[in-house]
């Protein structure tokens, strides 16, 4: 890097992984069979959650996921989501230690959030988003597993 600074002294800080990049589609079954044909992929996980309002596939990329997520009612989220922007990369899920530490530091900071504490997510892991303009236009996704 033009700074001079090796790889080895970077820190992602709090973030200790790329977990998963959540991307919505309007077919799950046809996004998994592209991802099937075009890479030999196989689905780890299948998962309605209720909450949300959405059904995931989850594919494995050494130690990340891709989430693939459609709605699976009108009234969810995702639904809305997809009406104003249609298919594509909707969030960024980040690996954290500690899922309530995080969210009540970068609220002490300023941040925007969705979630205001910690909830169940998919694979029962421990997620709070933070809003996309707190991020740069990102929905951001902290993930403790
Ligand atoms: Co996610």
């Known amino acids: 890097m ?12 709090v973030l200790t992984e790329l977990d998963h990049v959540g991307i919505a589609v309007a077919d799950l079954h ?10 030999g992929a196989t689905v780890l996980h299948w998962e309605r959650i209720e909450s949300d309002g959405v059904d995931e596939a989850l594919i494995k990329v050494a130690d990340s996921y891709i989430q693939l997520l459609t709605p699976f009612r009108d009234d969810s989220p995702l ?3 997809m ?19 995080v969210l009540e530091h970068v609220k002490a900071q300023g941040a925007r ?13 421990t997620v709070a988003f933070l809003h996309p303009k707190t991020a740069f236009g990102t929905l951001v996704e902290l993930v403790q597993e």
């Open 30 to 39: 046809a996004a998994v069979e592209w991802y099937e044909e075009m890479f």
């Open 2 to 13: 033009s700074s001079g600074h090796s790889q080895a002294d970077a820190s992602s800080g």
């Open 113 to 125: 959030v969705v979630d205001e504490h910690p909830r169940t997510g998919s694979r029962g892991t």
């Open 79 to 81: 639904a809305k989501y």
């Open 83 to 101: 009406d104003r922007n249609g298919e594509g990369i909707h969030h960024v899920g980040y690996r954290v230690d500690d899922c309530d530490q």
